[in-house]
Structure formats: C-alpha cells, structure tokens
C-alpha cells in the first residue's frame, strides 16, 4: 500500500491513505520531505520456532567467535573479523 506524505507537525507525519488522512509517528519516514510517496509492506510474521532457531545459530556463531581464551594463538588472517566469521560460515555449512 502507498502513503503520501502531506505534511508534518513536530512528530507527526500526516498521510493520505485512499484518500484518508492519518496521523503517523515522523520516525517512520526518516529523511522523506512532504509530497513524497512511500510504499509500506506487511512481511510475514516469522514462526516461534523459525525464530529461536535462528538465535540459537546466532548465540552459537557468536560464542565461537568472541569467546576468549588465555591460550589461543593468533589467527593466520590477521584477526580479520569478517575472515573469521567467513570461516565460521564454512564450518556451520560442512556440520549440516
């Protein structure tokens, strides 16, 4: 669905909706100015256990890569964070 923008009053943003006009939080549109068109989307709620899934593999993924430990050596890649998280990767991906 479209909104246009018609005007804002401190934090308020006033759209046209159909040809109604509401009242909307400014937040919402951050840097668009009046007159503008903003297109909304309605994403599909993700289920409960899509969602902890999801978490869980990021709890995981972050205990390996910020866990600390007295012994361990420097990485061969400089402690490049993103070649570790790439390693990370490759690692989850071979388990499955």
């Known amino acids: 669905m479209k909104v246009i923008i018609d005007r804002f009053e401190e934090d308020i943003a006033v759209v046209e909706l159909d040809g109604e006009m ?3 939080p400014k937040a919402l549109f951050r840097d668009a100015k009046e007159g503008d068109t903003i297109e909304l989307t309605v994403l ?6 899509e969602a902890a ?3 869980a593999d990021f ?6 890569v910020f866990r600390k430990n ?5 990485a061969d890649d400089g402690d490049d964070p993103a070649a570790l998280f790439r390693k990370l990767r490759k ?6």
């Open 59 to 64: 709890e995981d993924t972050a205990d390996e």
């Open 70 to 74: 007295e012994d361990t050596q420097p």
């Open 44 to 49: 599909p709620r993700r289920s409960a256990e």
């Open 22 to 24: 509401l009242h909307a």
């Open 53 to 55: 899934e999801t978490d």
């Open 91 to 96: 690692k989850k991906k071979r388990r499955k």
